[in-house]
């Protein structure tokens, strides 16, 4: 499986790339990790006459608290979101994500902003983002513009990121570094991709009352989305197995689903995945 023939531009300025994305007459696209496009191009699926490789673009790189904000840079590899220790003890959701995705070899070539801008339903790290309520920061021809990690995913493979546009950072808010939490994965046996995977983050160090729970669900439906109904039912309560059961079940009921011949095994994973996440949560010390 050899790919059609493409030319490789190393890209040592964000206003060439913006620029050579405008190009109509031949198609360019943004080379991060590779391990979602390169498939994609071994298979015919993608034909990109150019390739830009943006591994050595200061504006996508690094990991630093900014105010208010963690910024993780778009070219932060899988491996370095597993390792870092800013990312570990302010957004240790992410980390969590990070180190079960695929093998070895997958994370210490793919990247977040390759992963998100991908948008395989499948993936893993939309549902921790969407549970750290990231804010996404892309940088196009207008300038820089911030969108929520929720409105960002639209459907499967489809994002708002315009054609000529390149997503820079992922800012996390700290307001959330002591929470609980955990991202719980069913992996599929074959592809290691998620069948399920739960991202659980729960803020509930004042006298047990859970203030924020936020519940982000990917891998059974046409995007990770969030279970708002079983989060708000969790707020004000206790992390006890009444809670729990009763949040797992409205989670299920209220998952966005197609209706085919799966969605009862897929309201049962749900079930069942967020009562354990929530179960790891609520034995995790403060
Ligand atoms: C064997 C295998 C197992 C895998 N298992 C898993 C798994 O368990 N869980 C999981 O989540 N994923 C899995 N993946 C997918 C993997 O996570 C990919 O690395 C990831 O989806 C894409 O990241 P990348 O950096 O390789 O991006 P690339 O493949 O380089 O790019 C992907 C897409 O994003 C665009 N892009 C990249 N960066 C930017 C940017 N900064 N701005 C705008 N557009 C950009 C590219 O143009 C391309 O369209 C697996 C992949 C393989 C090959």
Not at 96 to 120: E, M
Not at 121 to 147: C, H, K, M, S, Y
């Amino acid at each position: 499986m050899l790919t059609a023939p493409f030319e490789y531009r190393r890209a040592e300025r964000v206003e060439d790339v913006i620029e050579w994305l405008s190009d109509e007459t031949r198609e360019t696209k943004i080379l991060a990790g590779g391990h979602s496009l390169l498939p994609l191009m071994k298979l015919r699926l993608a034909t990109p006459a150019i390739l830009v490789d943006v591994s050595a673009l200061r504006e996508l790189q690094g990991v630093q608290e900014d105010g208010e904000v963690l910024r993780v840079g778009a070219f932060t590899r899988y491996v370095e979101l597993a390792r870092h220790s800013l990312i570990n003890q302010k957004a240790s959701l992410l980390s969590q994500a990070a180190n079960v995705v695929g093998d070895l070899q997958v994370r210490n070539r793919g990247t977040i902003g390759g992963s998100l801008c991908h948008a395989d339903p499948a993936a893993d790290l939309p549902a921790a983002v969407l549970a750290l309520e990231a804010q996404l920061v892309i940088l196009g021809p207008n300038g820089t513009r911030r969108e929520s990690a929720e409105a960002f995913f639209m459907a499967p493979f489809v994002t708002t990121l315009g054609r000529q546009e390149i997503l820079a950072a992922i800012e996390i808010p700290l307001s959330t570094q002591n929470a609980r939490s955990t991202y719980l994965k069913r992996p599929h046996p074959a592809s290691g991709y998620p069948v399920i995977g739960v991202a659980c983050l729960i803020d509930a160090i004042h006298n047990q009352t859970i203030g924020t729970a936020r519940l982000a669900i990917t891998g059974i439906a046409s995007t990770a989305f969030r279970a708002s109904a079983a989060e708000a039912q969790l707020v004000g309560g206790r992390l006890d197995a009444e809670t729990i059961a009763k949040a797992a079940s409205t989670a299920a009921i209220n998952a966005p689903l197609d209706d085919d011949e799966h969605t009862e095994y897929k309201q049962q994973l749900v079930q069942v995945y967020v009562s354990r996440a929530l179960q790891q949560v609520a034995a995790q010390e403060d």
